[in-house]
């Protein structure tokens, strides 16, 4: 099985202030026959489901704010905020997309500072 | 709109059993690929199974497997997951969700989880 790791487990940031996770996966999930890396971002509320932020590694989903964005390629990803808002309060994980089982990081919780 | 809503969740005794249905709406069912994953309280998430679109492949976490049974029926655009032999460790809310489906040069991709239900829970206590 593929085992995501992200870092940090949480962290504090100011409003306006940028915010980034990381997310390491223990083998590539880079997708050789569409040179995709099959990694997702999620964002869940307190309360709610999980909400898809982005997929392959750096592609926005619909509706999503241009301040969330992915990076990354092979084992090594990061989910970025470049400019935190309050609404950006919540849990963010990362899934491996690659094979079964669809593994998820642990989760970072953002909070305000 | 699509829409997922799940329902069968409840109180059940260790080696109970329980069928969670998960009714889709606002697309094409038949055409996707669906799963479970679940979330006990305060916990991250844990993928549980998935079911290609016409039902003749699955696939399951190795902590559920040969316990849980994932399938589906498109003529009533539900989803169900039939969970037998439980374990206090299987509480959870359990979420069905819709995998996204990317098309392009002949080839389909399933690339996340686009889609998801609010979620039942599911209690194993004595």
């Known amino acids: 099985d593929i085992v995501m790791t992200q870092s940090p487990d949480s962290l504090a940031v100011s409003l306006g202030e940028g915010a980034t996770i990381n997310c390491k996966s223990s083998?590539?999930?880079?997708?050789?026959?569409?040179?995709?890396?099959?990694l997702n971002w999620y964002q869940q509320k307190p309360g709610q489901p999980p909400k898809l932020l982005i997929y392959w590694a750096s592609t926005r989903e619909s509706g999503v704010p241009d301040r969330f964005s992915g990076s990354g390629s092979g084992t090594d990803f990061t989910l970025t905020i470049s400019s935190l808002q309050a609404e950006d309060v919540a849990v963010y994980y990362c899934q491996q997309y690659y094979g079964p089982p669809f593994t998820f990081g642990q989760g970072t919780k953002v909070e305000i500072k | 709109e699509v829409q997922l809503v799940e329902s069968g969740g409840g109180l059940v005794q260790p080696g109970g059993s329980l069928r969670l249905s998960c009714a889709a709406s606002?697309?094409?069912?038949?055409?996707?690929?669906m799963h479970w994953v679940r979330q006990a309280p305060g916990k991250g998430l844990v993928w549980v199974s998935r079911i290609n679109s016409d039902g003749s492949s699955t696939n399951y976490a190795d902590s559920v497997k040969g316990r849980f049974t994932i399938s589906r029926d498109n003529a009533k655009n539900t989803l169900y997951l039939q969970l037998n032999s439980l374990r206090v460790e299987d509480t959870a809310v359990y979420y069905c969700?819709?995998?996204?489906?990317?098309?392009?040069?002949?080839?389909?991709?399933?690339?996340?989880?686009?889609?998801w239900g609010q979620g039942t829970l599911v209690t194993v206590s004595s």
């Open positions: 969700a819709r995998a996204s489906t990317y098309c392009g040069g002949g080839r389909c991709y399933r690339a996340s989880n686009d889609y």
């Open positions: 083998q590539s999930v880079l997708y050789s026959s569409n040179n995709k890396n099959y």
């Open positions: 606002g697309f094409t069912f038949s055409n996707y690929w």
